[in-house]
T-cell receptor, first 112, second 110 residues
Framework: DGGITQSPKYLFRKEGQNVTLSCEQN?????MYWYRQDPGQGLRLIYY???????QKGDIAEGYSVSREKKESFPLTVTSAQKNPTAFYLC???????????FGNGTRLTVT | SQKIEQNSEALNIQEGKTATLTCNYT??????LQWYRQDPGRGPVFLLL?????KEKRKERLKVTFDTTLKQSLFHITASQPADSATYLC?????????FGTGTRLTVIP
């Protein structure tokens, strides 16, 4: 079955630590995205990548970093510079920028 | 950037009735608009896409309309079932981003 896998489902970290969230897809999609979802707010775009070795900042990129070394993988690092990292993080992919998004089932990050 | 408003945070409806959810946007009209379903603790799942030159789109019990004059899309679920209970998100394409609304949580009461 094709799809997007995010791991782990729950992640706990202490303040000041960097943490990397995994996202893998086997849909052969070129475009991949990271969104953040907070209660009462719409999904907000952190970073997106349209092709391997290229990525662009979204609306809330500060305190985050990404890499796109392989088509299948788009890991997100939440750095200690992110002021409010506790959130539900969603990875998505699409065939191209105008196609609907396929989402993973998210990683809930809690930083204390 | 686009501002998107979905009519209400929560909507309760009796089983068998038609649920109608609203998505209003400001600024420019997008080339197309998408609707997604999200269950608790899960990622959104794509349902329907409607283009600006399409007035209406149907898929089984789902119907979407798109009025670029009113800057509004309506999402209908006919013959609603308890299994339709979820949060429904609308999304519009911007220059570099897909903007999402905050969603409407639909509860279908048996």
């Amino acid at each position: 079955d094709g799809g997007i896998t995010q791991s782990p489902k729950y992640l706990f970290r202490k303040e000041g630590q960097n943490v990397t969230l995994s996202c893998e897809q086997n849909l052969n999609h070129d475009a991949m995205y990271w969104y953040r979802q907070d209660p009462g707010q719409g999904l907000r775009l952190i970073y997106y990548s349209q092709i391997v070795n290229d990525f662009q900042k979204g609306d809330i990129a500060e305190g985050y970093s990404v890499s796109r070394e392989k088509k299948e993988s788009f890991p997100l690092t939440v750095t200690s510079a992110q002021k409010n990292p506790t959130a539900f993080y969603l990875c998505a992919s699409s065939f191209d920028r105008s196609s609907p998004l396929h989402f993973g089932n998210g990683t809930r990050l809690t930083v204390t | 950037s686009q501002k998107i408003e979905q009519n209400s945070e929560a909507l309760n409806i009796q089983e068998g009735k038609t649920a109608t959810l609203t998505c209003n946007y400001t600024n420019y009209s997008p080339a197309y608009l998408q609707w997604y379903r999200q269950d608790p603790g899960r990622g959104p799942v794509f349902l329907l896409l409607i283009r600006e030159n399409e007035k209406e789109k149907r898929k089984e019990r789902l119907k979407v309309t798109f009025d670029t004059t009113l800057k509004q899309s309506l999402f209908h679920i006919t013959a609603s079932q308890p299994a339709d209970s979820a949060t429904y998100l609308c999304a519009l394409r911007g220059a570099n981003n897909l903007f999402f609304g905050t969603g409407t949580r639909l509860t279908v009461i048996p």
